[in-house]
């Protein structure tokens, strides 16, 4: 494909504003997600687009009244931009789920002043899924950046409108204060449109190579207490090696301490599930066949709108091809030195 010829002086074409801007920005500000902390369901979610399509950056971006504001973002330093220089205020504009491709932003004349793309982080391939509300808002996307100029399959292109499809019903349950989207029955929605999403969500997560795992609120039996495992994907029993009876029986974070976990880092995740505070450690955990493994876990507590505890929600990765590659560099370190 052939540039387009430049102009003398680098004029960036600013998107236009769609046309249901007011209201799209009322149901924004509704959700009330902007500038809030880091959120693991919607990192996962970024980091499984990313392996899936191999890019660089991978963004859950929100388009406010003056910028795009990044929800989660994989490959970039910074957490916000302009909006009149935003790929993802152009994407917003159609007002249907179809993602907005741009193959070659060195071609484009929307585009190719843009600083986005003459400097860092040098664009030259986007495509954006919009993140579309049960209303028809487009709040914002779920976008991939390559540095290089690319075509995505057809396939890509439905898996990323999939997971914007999650993202947005994710931020959607975040505000009635359900916390996650493995809640989606208990929504006050329509139960086939629940179910739908419910089992495109489960198609998803279970794609992950990451565990995810949910455990209720403390139970109280015989004066035990215990945080019962209710939900996990089939990333957890593949790095586990449970059957789905197995982790159903289990509670607490003990499915992930064994013998060989460091004493102190067994205490702190312990600690966690008893004052309600998020925790992410790596350990030694053991599988059910007796073999070890080094467990990257990231739990935090959930509360719904009014400040209750709801739930404990937890990632984990198994990190033992990292540690033995790491073992065997500081090996090779100190036999050279």
């Given amino acids: 494909m052939a540039n387009v010829p430049r102009k003398t002086s680098a004029i960036v074409i600013a998107p236009p504003k769609p046309a249901n801007e007011a209201a799209r920005l009322e149901a924004l500000k509704k959700l009330n997600i902007l500038d809030t902390e880091d959120d693991e369901v919607f990192d996962a979610m970024t980091r499984a687009v990313k392996r899936h399509l191999n890019v660089p950056i991978v963004l859950v971006s929100l388009i406010d009244e003056n910028r795009q504001w990044f929800k989660s973002c994989i490959g970039l330093e910074i957490s916000e931009t302009s909006r009149d220089v935003a790929f993802c205020a152009f994407a917003i504009l159609s007002g249907t789920k179809d993602v907005f491709v741009i193959p070659d932003a060195h071609s484009d004349e929307r585009f190719y002043n843009n600083p986005l793309v003459t400097s860092d982080p040098y664009i030259r391939f986007y495509a954006g899924a919009p993140l579309l509300t049960r209303e028809g808002y487009a709040l914002g996307t779920l976008c991939v950046i390559d540095r ?190």
């Fill in 148 to 337: 290089t100029p690319r075509i995505l399959k057809d396939d890509d292109l439905a898996f990323l409108q999939d997971c914007a499809t999650v993202v947005v019903r994710a931020m959607e349950l975040r505000a009635f204060g359900e916390g996650l989207t493995f809640q989606l029955g208990r929504a006050k929605e329509d139960v086939d449109t629940v179910m739908n999403d419910r089992g495109k969500l489960l198609n998803i997560i279970n794609c992950f190579q990451e565990g995810f795992v949910m455990w209720n609120d403390k139970q109280q039996i015989d004066d035990l207490i215990f945080h019962q495992i209710v939900f996990f994907n089939d990333g957890f029993l593949k790095i586990t090696g449970m059957s789905r009876e197995q982790a159903l029986q289990c509670a607490g974070p003990d499915v992930f301490i064994c013998a060989e976990t460091d004493p102190e880092t067994a205490r702190n995740l312990q600690r966690s599930f008893g004052s309600r505070e998020a925790c992410q450690v790596e350990l030694v955990s053991q599988r059910t066949d007796g073999r070890l493994y080094w467990n990257c876990l990231s739990v935090r507590p959930i509360f719904n709108e009014e400040n209750k505890f709801t739930n404990y929600y937890g990632t984990l990765v198994d990190h033992s091809e990292r540690k033995a590659a790491e073992m065997q560099m500081d090996m090779i370190s100190k036999l050279e030195s």
